[in-house]
């Protein structure tokens, strides 16, 4: 066993060419980093001409029904409110500048490290509590347009409303589970990044 416990000494003890090691690394998260940029920004681009045709369909809406109640025009600005918070907020996750536009590559780590805990934060909290407060908007909704509506009317429009709104989040979490993973590996791989060159 001595000869053994000798030679994991020995391997222990070799000095390793850290500037190869660390460059290699650092290449790899920031190419790594590039790539997720490019999918986030393609990613929000779509959400915001989505989000634009919403707008657009609120806006309708709001014109063609003049004279409506509190409900009507309180679901209709909570429903703007959240849109708008919710492209701000995917927005904000973003990183727009380059590793050349700061002075250290770790101040450079740090401003991605902080965006990536703001998309991890809205995949994983700000969107169940995006989903709630729709279907709270869509049900002051629905308390002006179905007053004075049948029982079964109203029985259909709020449960079809709520079973198609736990649909969409039952069977988006597999999708969010990945994407939260994903963000939190790049972080992770950031704070070891940022680890070694300091």
């Known amino acids: 066993m001595e000869p053994f416990d000798n030679l994991k000494q020995q391997w222990k003890s070799q000095k390793l060419d850290k500037s190869i090691d660390i460059d290699k690394l ?11 940029q490019k999918k986030m920004i ?3 681009l779509i959400l915001s ?25 309180a679901s209709l600005t909570g429903m703007g409110v959240l849109l708008t918070v919710t492209l701000a907020g995917f927005w904000t996750g ?4 380059n590793e050349h536009t700061y002075k250290s590559t770790v101040e450079f780590i740090t401003a991605n490290i902080q965006k990536l805990n703001i998309r991890k934060f ?24 179905l007053r004075g509506s ?6 259909l429009a709020y449960g079809l409303t709520t079973i198609y709104v736990a649909g969409v989040f039952y069977f988006s979490r597999g999708k969010r589970a990945r994407q939260i993973k994903h963000t939190e590996d790049l ?10 060159l300091e």
């Open 122 to 145: 809205m995949l994983q909290k700000f969107v169940p509590a995006y989903l709630i407060l729709l279907l709270l908007c869509l049900y002051f909704y629905f308390a002006d347009i």
């Open 49 to 73: 001409v989505a989000f634009a045709a919403v707008f657009m369909v609120l806006a309708w809406i709001w014109t063609s029904h003049p004279d409506r109640s509190i409900y009507f025009y």
């Open 94 to 97: 973003v990183q727009y500048k």
């Open 150 to 155: 049948e029982p079964m009317a109203k029985v």
């Open 26 to 36: 650092k290449m790899n998260v920031v190419n790594s980093l590039i790539n997720d």
């Open 187 to 196: 972080r992770l791989d950031l704070e070891d990044l940022k680890e070694q």
């Open 42 to 44: 393609f990613t929000n």
